[in-house]
């Protein structure tokens, strides 16, 4: 069974500070995704992995997937407000294990 | 806006009832995904839809149940409703079959309380 950890699950951090968010993934995949989901919102796309080493950056978030460790990260630089969301990674094996989630981390940035 | 229409946004029932959420998926995309959330278990995939064929099944319970129609729209179906169903149900749509990556969109989640 593919299981999906996050880390933290809480982060508050202060505003120009960076910080990184782990996920771990428990079985051979090399496609990750990454989403935001704003509170009490729907969640919406902000990265795909697709390959080991894939590295992709948009504004302050830089997210990278290491397919033989089973980890990708979502670094934050420079963190404002306006980041603060719940961020979930999830795995996608295909066939039947549809995409899995994460538990999902926290974020609140404070100014 | 998503693309992804669910409704309703809100639902409030009692133990014992019946419910049915409904989902239009993006134009074009041919699977609709089920998942509910709760802020014990997380996001929980229940089930799959391609083309109006189940195509994967999740963690959903035999009181649910879910059927996409000629139209591509989803129900998905809960009954015998309980105090631990209240969730946040959302549906997803992908044009899976194409290759390369399979990015959900997400709709707005129905929100149901059972009193």
């Known amino acids: 069974e593919l299981k999906v950890e996050q880390n933290p699950l809480f982060l508050s951090m202060q505003e120009g500070k960076n910080y990184t968010i782990y996920c771990n993934y428990s079985?051979?995949?090399?496609?990750l995704y990454w989403y935001r989901q704003d509170p009490g919102k729907s969640l919406e796309s902000l990265f795909v992995?697709?390959?080991?080493?894939a590295v992709k950056q948009e504004g302050r978030l830089m997210a990278s997937l290491d397919t033989k460790a089973r980890l990708s990260t979502l670094h934050i630089t420079a963190a404002v407000h306006d980041l603060s969301a719940t961020y979930f990674c999830?795995?996608?094996?295909?066939?039947?294990?549809?995409?899995?989630f994460g538990k999902g981390t926290k974020l609140t940035v404070n100014p | 806006d998503s693309g992804v229409t669910q409704t309703p946004k809100h639902l409030i029932t009692a133990t014992g009832q019946r419910v049915t959420l409904r989902c239009s998926p993006r134009?074009?995309?041919?699977?609709v995904y089920w998942y509910q959330q709760s802020l014990d278990q997380g996001l929980q995939f229940l089930i799959q839809?391609?083309?109006?064929?189940?195509?994967a099944k999740g963690n959903i319970l035999e009181r649910f149940s879910a059927q996409q129609f000629p139209d591509l729209h989803s129900e998905l179906n809960l009954s015998s409703l309980e105090l631990g169903d209240s969730a946040l149900y959302f549906c997803?749509?992908?044009?899976?079959?194409?290759?390369?990556?399979?990015?959900?969109?997400f709709g707005a989640g129905s929100r149901l309380t059972v009193l």
């Open positions: 839809y391609y083309n109006g064929e189940e195509r």
């Open positions: 999830a795995v996608d094996r295909g066939g039947s294990e549809k995409l899995v």
């Open positions: 992995l697709l390959s080991n080493g």
């Open positions: 079985t051979t995949s090399d496609r």
């Open positions: 134009s074009g995309d041919l699977s």
């Open positions: 997803a749509s992908s044009a899976e079959g194409h290759p390369g990556a399979n990015v959900l969109t």
